[in-house]
């Protein structure tokens, strides 16, 4: 079992800057979990943002935030972290992060993954 709590979400100028942060707990090792951020807009399907692997810190983004944003984690804290930058008004969502165990080919799926945290509310005014 993992716990996930998000953090860091606000409201922020489009151009402006926020990180997320991701904390895990449990009676687990925090690096064998890949990590993934997923956000979801009012009326909209979760969508994928980034991931990353447990050990060797591979990542992955969406096309919507390459170059914007950037995902990583710090094992020793057990904890995961988004850095956005260059905000726009689409980027306004509750960001969730989300655990899994090992490695998925798909890991821009919301599906494959097992644990979820409870979501922070960004918000980009223009």
């Known amino acids: 079992q993992v716990q996930l709590v998000e953090s860091g979400g606000g409201l922020v100028q489009a151009g402006g800057s926020l990180r997320l942060s991701c904390a895990a707990s449990?009676?687990?090792?925090?690096?064998?979990?890949?990590m993934g951020w997923f956000r979801q807009a009012p009326g909209k399907e979760r969508k994928f943002v980034a991931a990353?692997?447990?050990?060797?810190?591979?990542?992955y983004y969406a096309d919507s935030v390459k170059g914007r944003f950037t995902i990583s984690r710090d094992n020793a804290k057990n904890t995961l972290y988004l850095q956005m930058n260059s905000l726009n008004t689409e980027d306004t969502a509750v960001y969730y992060c989300?655990?899994?165990?090992?490695?998925?080919?798909?890991?821009?799926?919301?599906?494959?993954?097992?644990?979820w945290g409870q979501g922070t509310q960004v918000t980009v005014s223009s």
């Open positions: 989300a655990a899994v165990l090992g490695w998925v080919a798909t890991v821009g799926e919301s599906k494959s993954y097992d644990y």
């Open positions: 990353i692997s447990g050990i060797n810190g591979v990542t």
């Open positions: 449990g009676r687990t090792t925090f690096s064998m979990y890949a």
